[in-house]
């Protein structure tokens, strides 16, 4: 008996498994049921993920770059600018400073101009009944040119909704949605069937 208490302690006859045993056990049984890829798969798979995360750093790495050469040369331009500004005369520079304002208040003027034209555009589609979305087709150049191509956009989108339109009207009306006649022989019908009990 004591010799049987000694065996116990020692887990040989206690079905007690100690950790290496347990691991094999539980690769077996992944192995059967397909939880575990083997080492091959697993390898592909973490090569595959190490390169897509590669190349996502190298897109990053890139835009990055480019970010950075896209502001080095703004800003060499404006000091080529400014060099220019500085070997000027005050006549010079007054006059190219004036030249540089005006650049700027025309393109403001220009913006403004069709921000007035845009909502003009809108407006008239609105109350003609016209999808908005329309007005990102038109040309802003100038009053007229909105105008003529306004016109121009309607009348292809009125012909494009009646071309549908007839499409529609034309295919074969589906079976059971035909003349009234139709309808009220279904109706009749199912009047009879109910009054004779389902049958």
Known sequence: MEENKEQMLDGQ??????????????????????????????????????????????????????KIADERAKWEQELEEKKKLAEMTPEARAEAERAKQEERIKSLENQLAKKELTEAAIASLQKDGYPTQLANLLDYTDE??????????????KDAVAEAVNTRLKSKTPDGLGGAAGSENLLRDQIAKNIRGGY
């Open 13 to 66: 006859e206690t079905g007690v498994i100690d950790s290496e045993q347990a691991g094999v056990v539980k690769r077996f049984f992944d192995a059967l049921t397909g939880v575990v890829k083997s080492p091959a798969e697993t390898a592909t798979q973490d090569g595959a993920q190490q390169l897509t995360e590669t190349a996502t750093a190298d897109e990053q790495e890139k835009t990055f770059e480019q």
């Open 144 to 157: 007229s040119a909105m105008k003529k191509s306004l016109s121009s956009v309607t009348a292809v989108f």
